[in-house]
């Protein structure tokens, strides 16, 4: 079973527009990371949050994290075409050795 | 650097026959793990090596079988194929124990008929 699970399925914007998608967990974590994954290719690591962390940024990337509420947000502010793509939350799940990612958020970005 | 690489690219089976998927991790990374994506789905964990040595596994049948060489290289081996184990097989290395950033290959796509 997955841990996470993205909230939109999918989105669609355009280009310019601010992309917001949620991530909520079951168990607890040490981390959370979110990636991105081209057309079936293999996923890229976009940031890594600590538990201990609220809010990490990265270029035009913000991510937040509420322990309490077991939930993480991914923004992507001015959004471009080249940003269409899955994106993943994948969690730890308190262990280390096991990675559960969630089933993705599916970007679509028009020019 | 290379980043991680496998291989093959992409392969059919047919039911009922064995395959070894073949996994070279980024220079300097330690440990390996194997998922298995499913068309419309986030990739689920099969197994993490560390060192050598089995850190964890998934819910993924005993056909499912995996290890780790000397030169940290991985091979993961199904048995009795299924159609369902058509799917896209990524393999991600990180420099210490799982948790953390992991970097994907380009992935192997199997397909069972």
């Known amino acids: 079973s997955q841990q996470g699970e993205e909230d939109p399925q999918a989105l669609s914007i355009q280009e310019g527009e601010n992309a917001t998608m949620n991530c909520s967990y079951k168990?607890?974590?040490?981390?959370l990371q979110w990636y991105r994954q081209n057309s079936g290719r293999g996923l890229v690591h976009l940031i890594l949050?600590?538990?201990?962390?609220r809010e990490k940024h990265s270029g035009r990337l913000r991510v937040t994290l509420d322990t309490s509420k077991k939930s993480s947000s991914l923004l992507i502010t001015a959004s471009r075409a080249a940003d269409t793509a899955s994106y993943f939350c994948?969690?730890?799940?308190?262990?280390?050795?096991?990675?559960?990612f969630g089933a993705g958020t599916r970007l679509f970005v028009k020019a | 650097d290379a980043g991680v690489t496998q291989s093959p690219t992409h392969l059919i089976k047919t039911r009922g026959q064995h395959v070894t998927l073949r996994c070279s991790p980024i220079?300097?990374?330690?440990?390996v793990s194997w998922y298995q994506q499913v068309l419309g789905q986030g990739p689920q964990f099969i197994f993490q090596y560390y060192e050598k040595e089995e850190r964890g596994r998934g819910n993924f049948p005993d056909r499912f079988s995996a290890r780790q060489f000397p030169n940290y290289s991985s091979e993961l081996n199904v048995n009795a194929l299924l159609l369902g184990d058509s799917a896209l097989y990524l393999c991600a290395s990180s420099q210490d124990r799982g948790g953390e950033t992991q970097y994907f290959g380009p992935g192997t796509r199997l397909l069972v008929l």
């Open positions: 949050i600590r538990s201990n962390e």
């Open positions: 994948a969690t730890d799940a308190g262990g280390g050795f096991k990675t559960i």
């Open positions: 220079s300097g990374h330690k440990s």
């Open positions: 168990t607890s974590i040490n981390n």
